[in-house]
Structure formats: C-alpha cells, structure tokens
C-alpha cells in the first residue's frame, strides 16, 4: 500500500530459525542457526527424506546455513492465511493449534486459537488505511498485535510467519521476542515467495518441514498441470494488456507473482514487475499504459469489497473511458501465496480469453 510496507527482499523460501535453546531468552537473529529447505524440483538442489533424526546442511549465496535434524512437528502455530491454507491442504490441519484473525480458510482453521489481532481501526477507507499504516510506520509502531498469553499455552513445536512485508501479517521479530520471552523451544519458519514458482517450492518445504512430503508434492503437481493447461489454452493468442491495481486510493502496481499470474492467464502485465515490490503510481500511469482490462484486486478485500472499490474508482473518472474494469476476490485468489492463486489464473484467463457462446 505504501512503499514503506515492504522490507528489502530475502531469498523466497522457507527459512528455519532455532531461536530458544530453554534458557529465558533467545539468541540474536544474526547467530541463529538456519535451514533452507527450497524444493528438489522447484531449485535443482536434492532434498533428504525429511525423515526424523535426519539432516541437511545447504550452501546459500556465500555462507553456509546450518546442519540439524529435519524433524516431524506435531503442535503448530501459523501466523499467516496463506501458510494455514497450505498446511491444511497438504493434510497438516490437524497440528494447527493457533492461528490468526485472518485465518479464514478452510473453515475449520476458524476453530483454532486466534494468537495475533490488528491494531489497524476498522471502518476505515483506502485512502485512511494508506495514510495510517504509513504514518504508523513511520513511527515504528507495529500493526499487528502477538498475544504472547495465547502463544505461551500453545506449547508450539512450530511457528510459521513472514519477512516480507510488516502490513501482511506479524513480523518475524515480534515472534521472536514473544518467544525468546517466553523461553521457548519452537522452530520459526519464514515464508517469504517472490514468485510463482517460490510458492509452489514453499509448498513442496513447508510439507517436508511437517512429515507431509508427498501430500505436498502431489499438491504441487496438481498446481503445475493446472497452469500448463491455462498456458497451452491461451498459446499463440493476442495478449491484452492487463493492469492491476493492488491498492486503488492511491493506486498501486503489482508486484511479486502476479504480474507472471497476468502472463500464465495470457494477458500482459504492463504495470508492475514480476519478483519485485508492488510500487505507487499515478492515474496518469495507468492511461499510458493503454490497458485493455483494469483487474481491481485490493490487499485484504474480498470480492465484494474489490468491486465496491472498482465502482468507487470508475465513478470518479480516473480510469480511460473505454476500459474494462474486473474485480476478483483479491484475498483468496490474488493476494495470499497459497494454491488459490491458480484458481485467479483460471479466473483472469476466461474474462481475457472467453469462448464463444
């Protein structure tokens, strides 16, 4: 939503963190101990069995990250919607013990423990929201809220979170307080795609990281061949040009794996960038960029509230006249890295290319 919401970009995947050895507090996050557990398929790096006991070191970029045993959790702590989603569909729902007040899917994750809140006020407008996150940011105010009371009676082996942007969802160092004070002995696993096949590789890391691998990998598969249906569909069609608007008061391009979404459903993403950040634009932005189709996808909103804003935008005027305007369930399809973004791939590729009645 605003340029201050997205911290530098890591290596997209699932990072372990041992970050309580039993004592009252944790060690600094630069001495932790971390495991890079990218996908055989996804990376071409061979992944051990995942079996109990076993173990795995990895070379990353110019360090080493650790040698210790890939271990089968049973009590898990899930802080984000989209790691719940993958958790429960690669048959993990059962160790979920808490989750958060976004946390919406599948139904049964709304029966487990709600563990972290907003603090964001409701009620409020894009344009508040923009302007109170940045604000909120500004003075290193958090915007989410851990309850460490809820957390502590958990008894987590596993607390899954993000390092990818501080308006998602809890930041990783606000768990790793909560657990260092709490002197616990849970692994932190950060979930942090860039891209499409980032998530599809986090999927495949986060079942091996529960003793779920082939649930996972068939999962995956299942993903793949539904892409490379869409792509060989829309082959050798024009493409339109696509934008889409991640947050519409301001307007904001896209970022990280939906501009390749617009080029799997066989449009073209002429705002954004594929791997990077979302970024700010100006209405005058989205004119120049000629776009056949106007995809409103709001962070955080539903179907119902993208097309409230899509409404809201049209009626102002600041969309060319002639454009097409297409709201989608930005929380379910769009904006959580989980499998239900191939479902918005199938989406956007029959309103790009409809079959004739």
């Known amino acids: 939503m605003t340029e201050l919401t997205v911290v530098p970009q890591i290596d997209a995947s699932l990072l372990v963190a041992r970050i309580c050895t039993g004592e009252a507090s944790g060690r600094p996050s630069s001495q932790r101990r971390q495991l890079h557990q990218a996908a055989a ?10 079996e109990a006991g076993q173990s795995e070191e990895r070379e990353h970029g110019q360090g080493r990250l650790g040698h210790r045993p890939i271990v089968a959790v049973m009590r898990i702590v899930s802080l984000l919607p989209s790691t719940t989603e993958i958790l429960f569909a690669v048959g993990a729902g059962d160790d979920v013990v808490g989750v958060t007040f976004e946390c919406d899917f599948p139904a049964a994750a709304r029966d487990r423990p709600i563990v972290s809140t907003s603090a964001l006020p409701g009620g409020l407008t894009p344009a508040e929201i923009d302007a109170y996150v940045t604000a909120a940011l500004a003075r290193g105010e958090d915007l989410y809220r851990l309850d460490e009371g809820a957390l502590a009676g958990l008894d987590a082996d596993l607390v899954v979170t993000q390092d990818l942007c501080a308006v998602c969802a809890v930041d990783v160092s606000l768990v790793d307080d909560a657990l260092a004070h709490l002197g616990c002995t849970a692994d932190v696993l950060t979930y942090d795609p860039h891209t499409l096949d980032d998530v599809l590789a986090s999927v495949r890391s986060l079942g091996a990281a529960t003793g779920h691998e082939a649930a996972a990998a068939a999962l995956v598969g299942s993903l793949r061949s539904r892409l490379d249906a ?3 569909r829309v082959a050798g069609r024009s493409r339109p040009r696509v934008v889409v608007l991640e ?10 794996w939906i501009p390749e979404m617009v080029e799997a459903a066989g449009g073209l993403c002429v705002l954004g960038a594929a791997g990077e950040k979302s970024t700010r634009v100006r209405w005058d932005d989205v004119h120049a960029a000629r776009p056949d189709l106007v995809v409103v996808a709001p962070c955080g909103y539903d179907r119902a509230g993208a097309r409230a804003q899509a409404d809201a935008v049209v009626a102002t005027g600041r969309l060319p006249g002639d454009v097409l305007v297409h709201a989608v369930d930005a929380d379910a399809m769009w904006a959580r890295p989980g499998p239900r973004l191939v479902d918005g791939v199938e989406e956007l590729a029959g309103v790009l290319h409809a079959e004739p009645r």
């Open 247 to 256: 947050w519409t008061d301001p307007p904001y391009a896209p970022g990280h």
């Open 230 to 232: 869409v792509r060989a």
């Open 41 to 50: 398929a996804d990376h071409g790096v061979d992944v051990p069995g995942g």
